[in-house]
T-cell receptor, first 113, second 115 residues
Framework: DTAVSQTPKYLVTQMGNDKSIKCEQN?????MYWYKQDSKKFLKIMFS???????INETVPNRFSPKSPDKAHLNLHINSLELGDSAVYFC????????????FGPGTRLTVT | AQKITQTQPGMFVQEKEAVTLDCTYD???????LFWYKQPSSGEMIFLIY??????QNATEGRYSLNFQKARKSANLVISASQLGDSAMYFC????????????FGTGTSLTVIP
C-alpha cells in the first residue's frame, strides 16, 4: 500500500500555463507539507498545513497555492508557470505532535519549457 | 546563518566498513528534533532515524545510529557495515520548536560505497 502518493510523476509544460499536482496520504496523518527540491538537490519547505492552520514559507511566490479538500489530500496549484519553477516537488505528511517524523511521496518532476 | 550544515558534499566508504556523515545545526529553541533521510538515485526520500533534543541516549535504528552531541550542536549519522545499497544522498534535517511548521534540510552528502 502506498503511504503518500503524488500524481503526476512527471509534468512537462510551457511557461505561463497553470498546473496542479495532487497528493494523497493514507497514513491517517493530520499535517501535510510541500517541498521543492532544486537541481542542486536542495530541499526547501514551501507549505505546512493541518486542519487548523496553513503556514506559508514567506519566500514562496503567491503563484503557488495549496488546496486541501480533506485531511488526506493536499494539492499544489501553480499559476503562470516560470522557467525557475522547474524542480522536483515532494509532498509529505506527519502526525501533528510527537516527533513530526515526515513521510514523503515519490516526488513530481516539473519541467517548464 | 544556516540552520543545518553538512560540510561533506561527497563521501566514499569501502563495503562493510563504517562511515560517519557530519551534521551541525543552529537553533536557540530548547525543543527540537533532528532527522536523517536517505535519497537513492530513484529519488524517493526515506526516513532513517530521529533524535529529540531531550533524548539523553543516542538514537539507533539497525545499522544506523545518530551521534548526538548537544553542546556542540552536532548530530552525525553513523552507518555501520556499509552495503552497496547505502549509496545515496543523505540529508540531515531539523524540526525547530514544538510544531511541525519549521523544518530545515541540509544540502546533503552523497555517499558512495565501493565494493
Amino acid at each position: 500500500d502506498t503511504a503518500v502518493s503524488q500524481t503526476p510523476k512527471y509534468l512537462v509544460t510551457q511557461m505561463g500555463n497553470d498546473k496542479s499536482i495532487k497528493c494523497e496520504q493514507n497514513l491517517g496523518h493530520d499535517t501535510m507539507y510541500w517541498y521543492k527540491q532544486d537541481s542542486k538537490k536542495f530541499l526547501k519547505i514551501m507549505f505546512s498545513y493541518n486542519n487548523k492552520e496553513l503556514i506559508i514559507n514567506e519566500t514562496v511566490p503567491n503563484r503557488f497555492s495549496p488546496k486541501s479538500p480533506d485531511k488526506a489530500h493536499l494539492n499544489l496549484h501553480i499559476n503562470s508557470l516560470e522557467l525557475g519553477d522547474s524542480a522536483v516537488y515532494f509532498c509529505a505528511s506527519s502526525h501533528h505532535g510527537g516527533t513530526y517524523e515526515q513521510y514523503f511521496g515519490p516526488g513530481t518532476r516539473l519541467t517548464v519549457t | 546563518a544556516q540552520k543545518i550544515t553538512q560540510t561533506q558534499p561527497g563521501m566514499f566508504v569501502q563495503e562493510k566498513e563504517a562511515v560517519t556523515l557530519d551534521c551541525t545545526y543552529d537553533t536557540s529553541d530548547q525543543s527540537y528534533g533532528l532527522f536523517w533521510y536517505k535519497q537513492p538515485s530513484s529519488g524517493e526520500m526515506i526516513f532513517l532515524i530521529y533524535q529529540g533534543s531531550y533524548d539523553e541516549q543516542n538514537a539507533t535504528e539497525g545499522r544506523y545510529s545518530l551521534n548526538f552531541q548537544k553542546a556542540r550542536k552536532s548530530a552525525n549519522l553513523v552507518i555501520s557495515a556499509s552495503q552497496l545499497g547505502d549509496s545515496a544522498m543523505y540529508f540531515c534535517a531539523m524540526r525547530e520548536g514544538e510544531t511541525g511548521n519549521q523544518f530545515y534540510f541540509g544540502t546533503g552528502t552523497s555517499l558512495t560505497v565501493i565494493p
